[in-house]
Structure formats: structure tokens, C-alpha cells
């Protein structure tokens, strides 16, 4: 565990271990949960599919591909335990492959249609 007070910054720093110097790391979802086990129901995005949805998320610039750093003010779920887990999901991609996920930015995901 990590404590933290309410609305200071968080800080963190993801890092990809590997010798390949043409890999980069892209953070497409953070997600936060008052619960370990459940990650949907009651959950609070930071970043989903690569959109920013936090106003106090920031990255910050990093000296290796191989390494995403970023920040968001620490908060607490209102009516439930102290205790905020995070669930975040990283892609790594070939650097300079202008096709992979790693460079499409924010992707806004139409929602299916439900059949009958």
C-alpha cells in the first residue's frame, strides 16, 4: 500500500524491461475501484482507450521510451472503505510503427447496439 492524503498529487511511473531500444510504452486505461476484485461496477476512469478523463491526470516527460510517467490527485470513493486500487493497461509497440496502438492517441469507441 501506498497512503496518501486526499487531493495530493499521486505520482507514478510505469517501465517496460527489455534491451529492445525500439519499443515504446503507450498507458491506454487507468482505472480506479473501491474493490480489488471489480474493475467495472463503481469504478472510476483516469484514462480510458487513451482519453484523458481525470482533470488532474498529467504526464510527465520521461527520458526513455521505455518509461511513462504520470500524476493524478489521490481521492476516496464516497460511502465505502479508504482504500483506492488501481488497474491500469500499457501497450508496447515498435517505436516509429505509426499504425500500432502506441500512436493513435485517444480513441472514442462508439457503443454496439444491443440485439434482441
Avoid at 22 to 41: G, Q
Avoid at 99 to 109: I, M
Amino acid at each position: 500500500p501506498y497512503y496518501v492524503d486526499i487531493n495530493q498529487n499521486l505520482y507514478l511511473e510505469a517501465s517496460l524491461h527489455s534491451s529492445d531500444p525500439l519499443l515504446t510504452l503507450f498507458l491506454d486505461t487507468c482505472v480506479a475501484s473501491p474493490t480489488r476484485h471489480n474493475f467495472t461496477a463503481g469504478s472510476y476512469a483516469i484514462i480510458k482507450n487513451g482519453c484523458v478523463k481525470d482533470p488532474t491526470y498529467a504526464e510527465y516527460y520521461s527520458p526513455s521510451r521505455h518509461i511513462l510517467r504520470f500524476k493524478f490527485n489521490a481521492f476516496q470513493f464516497v460511502r465505502s472503505s479508504p482504500e483506492v486500487y488501481l488497474q491500469c493497461e500499457l501497450v508496447v509497440c515498435r517505436a516509429y510503427d505509426y499504425s500500432s496502438r502506441c500512436y493513435q492517441g485517444c480513441v472514442h469507441r462508439s457503443k454496439r447496439e444491443a440485439s434482441s
